[in-house]
């Protein structure tokens, strides 16, 4: 028996609310996590989406398209793994009288450099310039934010990020050195830490972020932490050194040992 054709993907106009994120993993998504599609890329559009777990995600060509991934990637913040040799990274980056970690000093320069490294296994990038625009404008209104990598005065590498409250929703990372983007991540781990923030969504799931201590988790428990983070007050996007202290002097997991 053939089966029923799906329903159509809902198409939204500017106005209309995104619909529930248990749809993307229903039996009537066209395709798993796929959620809807069109609407623009508002601010108060991307505030309501990441607020409700939903993220954009498509190339060139193709429509604006939503998506709420199942098992969602997470990194709980004190399951983060600083390998041997990222630890040495980390302390010869500290001890360099030239390197730095910046937040929000050139945000711009963050997204288009991440715009321009495509994910490995892809030709192509899915920032699209409407997106860079976007994510521009949520930054302006205090939403997104860059994590920076400077080493004698120069942008060696970084990522960016939407926050709701203390709700991390991570989106991508460029480098220029070698590690020059794990140190950023590295650096917001601890900042995290430092700020009692317990977890950061990374979306989907990839060997790079399993081996940095990301992991699936239901997105129903994923759903469910996002209320209670978007209360609490955003911390101030400001790294300082001490930061760095408690993440390098903690324990090494078992599996450190790269």
């Known amino acids: 028996m053939t089966p029923p054709p799906l329903p159509p993907l809902p198409w939204l106009e500017p106005a209309d609310p995104l619909p ?3 749809q993307a993993w229903g039996p009537t998504s066209p395709a798993p996590g ?8 508002s601010v108060e559009r991307l505030k309501q989406a990441y607020a409700q777990g939903t993220f954009p995600w498509y190339s060139q060509g193709q429509p604006l398209l939503w998506w709420c991934t199942h098992p969602r990637m997470v990194l ?3 399951a983060f793994r600083l390998h041997r040799s990222l630890r040495k990274t980390l302390q010869h980056f500290r001890a360099h009288p030239q390197a730095e970690i ?3 000093s050139s945000f711009d320069a963050v997204i288009t450099a991440c715009a321009h490294s ?3 296994g892809q030709s192509g990038t899915w920032i699209v310039p409407e997106m860079v625009q976007a994510y521009q404008d949520l930054h302006r209104a205090g939403h997104a934010h860059s994590v920076e990598t400077w080493i004698e005065g120069e942008l060696v590498g970084g990522l960016y990020l939407v926050n709701l409250g203390c709700a991390l ?3 991508s990372m460029f480098a220029r050195r070698t590690d020059a983007s794990k140190i950023a991540l590295a650096a917001l781990v601890a900042w995290a830490r430092h700020h009692h923030i317990a ?3 990374c979306q989907q799931q990839t060997e790079h972020l399993a081996r ?3 992991q699936p988790v239901p997105v129903e428990e994923f759903l469910a932490a996002i209320p209670a983070a978007r209360l609490r007050p955003a911390p101030a996007w400001e790294f300082k050194p001490v930061y760095w202290d408690a993440l390098l002097s903690s324990p090494p997991h078992s599996t450190d040992t790269d």
Request: cysteine-free.
């Open 20 to 22: 529930a994120p248990a």
């Open 34 to 41: 796929l959620l809807a599609a069109g609407g623009g890329l």
């Open 76 to 78: 709980q913040t004190d």
């Open 102 to 104: 910046r937040m929000d």
């Open 118 to 120: 495509p994910r490995p």
């Open 169 to 171: 929703f991570g989106e």
């Open 199 to 201: 977890w950061i969504d």
């Open 212 to 214: 940095l201590g990301a």
